[in-house]
């Protein structure tokens, strides 16, 4: 069985509706959260959402390269490398289904694992630390127990079953996997609503959560293992899993490595802070950078879109196909990050206002600054992605560099100066334009040879 992978605009514009969705179901929550929630309640629910994030640490890089390797696997190569990739021709692309069976059982094997040592970890150092911050914290104490009981039921059960993520994105299914979310989002937006309503507060959120996670999970099963695709694995014979484990591990823990660095780049912060600043500060804070976040969110949709066809296009050596897509990408990139990023300056304290949020936005010029270094980080992501798709990871060594130095100004910057929420701002942005900012970029247009096609296009 032969498969072509065919990525095209209904599953861009599959993938706007899903990105929408998502940063509807926020901007529609918010004013509810921002309302009913004390600003305390608010600070904690930022806490939360960091943690959620640091727990896909665990991952650490072997998402991605599950990815990348069963969209390898599936556009019809025939054994996995730790570095580079195999080239075949278009003609030669029947699928190996031992080594797509290995390579899902390799998946399986892993995600329990991980999932068995997240739980270990949410309902051990997890619990410690909230229960330290919930020192200063006036509110219901049961409530946040309750409700991060179940965050830690769900964050374990996601990634356990995390490696359907893969699978969908590999195997290019961008649009059923953009169906699925869209359905998932709904489901947690009128639960969340009717809970929230119904003065649950954070337990209303997780409990959203969780239901729409196993939603999604049942409708992926579904999309993933076609009655076709069933057969076809049931009558082959699985490779072993080291053969998987082996060349995967090398890039995957280079990516493990980069999360970590982007994690203390980018969320640390909200962790540091909570020990300095107040919990209406990092409440502020919280809701103006997950703003910023939805923004760069949205402002990515068309490149990562690509990614799975990008990778296919890397083993056909297409780079003129692969350039094509990474320049409208990052002409969609800029352009979204002026308009919403304008709109978000105009009027984000009086959308606030208008529903009597109860938590305030960052002042104005916190949030510009904030706006130029999220652009800049999403620009060099894009890079990043790019590159990623050569089975090379060269950047992993800079992206811990960049956490550790991030996390070594907020400390000099809370210890020593009175920057105070400047602090989670700066750090951040300096990291990353010291080097991150401006190589990646750089690197991607040589080897893509974008100087010397646009300098041909204007002679």
Not at 375 to 390: Q, R, S, Y
């Amino acid at each position: 069985m032969k498969n072509k992978m065919n990525i095209g605009k209904q599953d861009v514009l599959w993938n706007y509706i899903a990105t929408i969705l998502q940063t509807g179901v926020g901007v529609i929550l918010l004013p509810f959260i921002l309302k009913i929630f004390p600003s305390e309640t608010v600070a904690i629910w930022t806490i939360f959402s960091t943690i959620i994030v640091l727990t896909g640490l665990l991952d650490f890089g072997f998402g991605p390269s599950f990815s990348r390797n069963v969209s390898y696997v599936v556009s019809g190569v025939t054994e996995l490398k730790s570095t580079g990739y195999q080239v075949i021709s278009s003609e030669n692309n029947e699928i190996d289904y031992g080594l797509f069976k290995g390579l899902i059982n390799a998946m399986r094997w892993f995600y329990s694992r991980l999932a068995i040592l997240l739980f270990l970890l949410l309902s051990t150092v997890g619990t410690y630390y909230i229960y330290t911050i919930l020192q200063t914290y006036t509110g219901n104490h049961r409530e946040v127990y309750f409700a991060w009981i179940i965050l830690c039921l769900i964050n374990t059960y996601s990634l356990y079953t995390l490696y359907y993520d893969s699978l969908l994105s590999g195997k290019g299914l961008i649009k059923q996997a953009k169906q699925i979310q869209v359905i998932g989002q709904g489901v947690y937006l009128m639960v969340a609503v009717v809970m929230i309503l119904l003065h649950f507060n954070l337990i209303a959120i997780v409990s959203a959560q969780a239901l729409s996670l196993i939603i999604r999970r049942i409708l992926s099963h579904r999309a993933i293992y076609t009655v076709e695709l069933k057969k076809m694995l049931d009558n082959a014979i699985a490779k072993s899993r080291k053969d998987f484990i082996k060349p995967i591990l090398p890039n995957a823990v280079k990516l493990g490595i980069t999360a970590v660095g982007s994690f203390m780049v980018s969320r640390s912060a909200v962790l540091v802070g909570a020990f300095y600043l107040s919990l209406n500060d990092i409440a502020s804070y919280g809701i103006t950078i997950q703003i910023i976040g939805i923004i760069a969110g949205i402002a990515g949709v068309y490149l990562i879109t690509y990614l799975p066809q990008i990778a296919q296009y890397r083993i056909s050596n297409s780079i003129s196909a692969i350039r094509k897509i990474y320049l409208r990408g990052c002409g969609v990139m800029l352009l979204t990050f002026i308009v919403c990023g304008l709109a978000f300056l105009l009027f984000g304290d009086w959308t606030l206002a208008l529903i009597h949020s109860k938590t305030l936005l960052l002042p104005q010029s916190f949030i510009a600054v904030a706006l130029l270094i999220y652009f800049l980080e999403t620009n060099h992501g894009f890079a990043g992605n790019i590159l990623i798709t050569k089975n090379e990871v060269p950047f992993f060594k800079a992206s811990l560099f960049a956490g550790s130095v991030t996390l070594i100004l907020l400390f000099v910057f809370f210890n020593f100066t009175r920057l105070g929420i400047w602090s989670m701002i700066l750090a951040q942005g300096i990291a990353q334009g010291m080097y991150q900012n401006w190589k990646w970029p750089m690197v991607v247009a040589k080897e893509l040879n974008i100087f010397h096609e646009s300098k041909k296009l204007s002679e």
